[in-house]
C-alpha cells in the first residue's frame, strides 16, 4: 500500500528560525509534491521533485530516493509563512500525508 | 486569468437534501479531481475524470455521484446517503491524469450538514 508520512504534525517556531518539515514514503512512489494550505482553505503547489534539490525564494525541497525521504527547508521564517504544508507522493493517484501546521510567531 | 473556482466558499444544508458543489476550470485540463478533507487526516480522493464523459470512483465514492458534461466544469453531489457528509471539499485538475502531473488546486468549499 502507498503510504507518506510527515513529521511533526505540529511546528511553532519564532521568526527567523530555520524550519525542516520531513516527508517519509512508501515502495511504489516515484516522486513527491510538495504543498502549502493557506488558513483559509486554498492549496499552492510549491515543488514538484524525483531527485535532488528544488529552491524557491526561501523555500528548499531535497528528496533521498534510496531511503525514500523529502524535507521541506524554510529559511529566515516568516509569520506569513505560518500554514500547513502537505507531502503528497506520486504513485498511479497522489497519496496525500496528513499535513504539518506550521506556526512563526513574530 | 486562469484558475480554478469553487462555489459557494461555504454551504449549509439540513441532514437528508442532496448538495452540489460547483467545480470550474479554465486551463484548458484534461482531468479533474475532488477530494475530501477532514480535521487531522490527509486530502482523500473522492472521484476522478481523466476526459469529458468519463469519470472513474476514488477511494470514497459512497455517497457521491459527479458528472463531466463539458471539459472545464465537474460539479460533485453529495447526496444523503453520505454518511458524515460534513468536510472541506477540494477541487483539483491536471494536464494528464492522476499522479504524474501537477495538480491545480480551487479553494474549496466548506460544506456542513446539521
Known amino acids: 500500500k502507498n503510504e507518506v508520512e510527515q513529521s511533526p504534525q505540529n511546528l511553532t517556531a519564532q521568526e527567523g528560525e530555520f524550519i525542516t518539515i520531513n516527508c517519509s514514503y512508501s515502495v511504489g512512489i516515484s516522486a513527491l509534491h510538495w504543498l502549502q494550505q493557506h488558513p483559509g482553505g486554498g492549496i499552492v503547489s510549491l515543488f514538484m521533485l524525483s531527485s535532488g534539490k528544488k529552491k524557491h525564494g526561501r523555500l528548499i525541497a531535497t528528496i533521498n530516493i534510496q531511503e525514500k525521504h523529502s524535507s521541506l527547508h524554510i529559511t529566515a521564517s516568516h509569520p506569513r509563512d505560518s500554514a500547513v504544508y502537505i507531502c503528497?507522493?506520486?504513485?498511479?493517484?497522489?497519496?496525500f500525508g496528513q499535513g504539518t501546521r506550521l506556526t512563526i510567531n513574530p | 486569468d486562469g484558475g480554478i473556482t469553487q462555489s459557494p466558499k461555504y454551504l449549509f444544508r439540513k441532514e437528508g437534501q442532496n448538495v452540489t458543489l460547483s467545480c470550474e476550470q479554465n486551463l484548458n485540463h484534461d482531468a479533474m479531481y475532488w477530494y475530501r478533507q477532514d480535521p487531522g487526516q490527509g486530502l482523500r480522493l473522492i472521484y476522478y475524470?481523466?476526459?469529458?464523459?468519463?469519470?472513474q470512483k476514488g477511494d470514497i465514492a459512497e455517497g457521491y455521484s459527479v458528472s463531466r458534461e463539458k471539459k472545464e466544469s465537474f460539479p460533485l453531489t453529495v447526496t444523503s446517503a453520505q454518511k458524515n457528509p460534513t468536510a472541506f471539499y477540494l477541487c483539483?485538475?491536471?494536464?494528464?491524469?492522476?499522479?504524474?502531473?501537477?495538480?491545480?488546486f480551487g479553494p474549496g468549499t466548506r460544506l456542513t450538514v446539521t
Open positions: 475524470s481523466q476526459i469529458v464523459n468519463d469519470f
Open positions: 503528497a507522493g506520486r504513485a498511479q493517484k497522489l497519496v
Open positions: 483539483a485538475s491536471s494536464t494528464g491524469g492522476q499522479g504524474g502531473y501537477e495538480q491545480y
